[in-house]
Every structure is written in C-alpha cells, then in structure tokens.
C-alpha cells in the first residue's frame, strides 16, 4: 500500500475530524516526497479535510438516487472508477504523489 493512502487510512480510523489529526502527518508527508522527488505540495493542502470529514465521517445513512437526472438534461456519466484512476495518473506525472 502506499504510504501516503495509508497514513490517510490510519488518519480515518481515529475519532475527530481528519484535518486536525493531518496537521501531525506533515513531516511524514515531507520525508515521502523528498523520498520521490514530488513537488513541494503542505500535507495540508493536498486533500479537502472537511469535505473528506463530511463523506466519510457522516453519522447518518446517505441514501442517493439520481434516476431522475436524465429527465432533466443530466446525460453525460463519469465512471467513479476510471476517474480515479486517470486523477492518479496524472497526479503521478505532474509528481504529486508517488
């Protein structure tokens, strides 16, 4: 596993809220992109912290229905998977993350 997916995973797993427990991964991050060469990119800059807080720390059932979307114009649609992996693939040649 990546170390920089999993320090994000580790990060998830505690109780709070991401962002600052990210703050305490910042030499981490610092050590693995000089490690890779990467970009000078602050830990803390490189993720959405409350957003990721807000999807992945949600204390209620998300239920989501976009059947209706079509009907109103809403045709084209991004394959979730494909995404990531054409964001990582760039992320990696622009040397963002390893």
Do not use: C
């Not at 994000?8 to 797993?13: D, G, M, P, Q, S």
């Not at 109780?15 to 000089?34: F, V």
């Not at 800059?45 to 807000?54: E, H, I, N």
């Amino acid at each position: 596993m990546n170390t920089a997916v999993h320090i994000t995973l580790v990060t998830r797993l505690q109780d709070g809220p991401t962002g600052h427990r990210a703050a305490a991964h910042g030499a981490i991050w610092e050590e693995i992109a000089a490690k890779y060469k990467l970009k000078r990119v602050s830990y803390a800059d490189l993720v959405a912290w409350p957003f990721a807080d807000y999807v992945f720390g949600a204390d209620w059932d998300v239920m989501s229905d976009v059947t209706k979307s079509p009907l109103y114009g809403f045709h084209d649609v991004v394959d979730s998977e494909a995404m990531f992996e054409r964001l990582l693939r760039r992320f990696r040649e622009e040397r963002i993350v390893p």
